[in-house]
């Protein structure tokens, strides 16, 4: 357990210059870490259940959706945040491997809630809501056919 504590939080390296000890002293505790990524992951997954709900509202279900879903979905990446701190996280985020599809979800969350407020395409909302999704996803899907086809 001590050694994912380690790992997650960016402690395990050897290295340790003055700045990581200013990191680390001014870091949550572990038990408060956890407790951020159940709270920030609990309410990603309500907004994204409160946009299903919402997209049968008349006239706006569809605006909501789009906005209750990006939320969530926002919220829940950063969950991630209290488990490994936000520089561990962008770095990751960024790593060649995970760069294409970093793109595409950051630009989707971006293109869902321009054709929610700004051009009230609702179908365009729609599909970026299901590339948001697929984007999501991407690195998973991609493993998955890589074992399957080894």
Known sequence: ????KKVLSGQDTEDRGGLAEVVEASSL???TRIKGF???FAAGIVCSLLGT???WVPRKGLYLFAVFYTFGNIAS???TVFLMGPMKQLKRMFEPTRLIATIMVLLCFALTLCSAFWWHIKGLA???CI???LALTWDAVKKCFAVCLA
């Open 1 to 4: 357990m001590d050694k994912l």
């Open 38 to 40: 159940i709270a920030c």
């Open 131 to 133: 590339l948001q999704s």
């Open 77 to 79: 990446i950063g969950s």
């Open 29 to 31: 505790s572990w038990s």
């Open 126 to 128: 729609l599909i970026f």
């Open 53 to 55: 709900l919402l997209l």
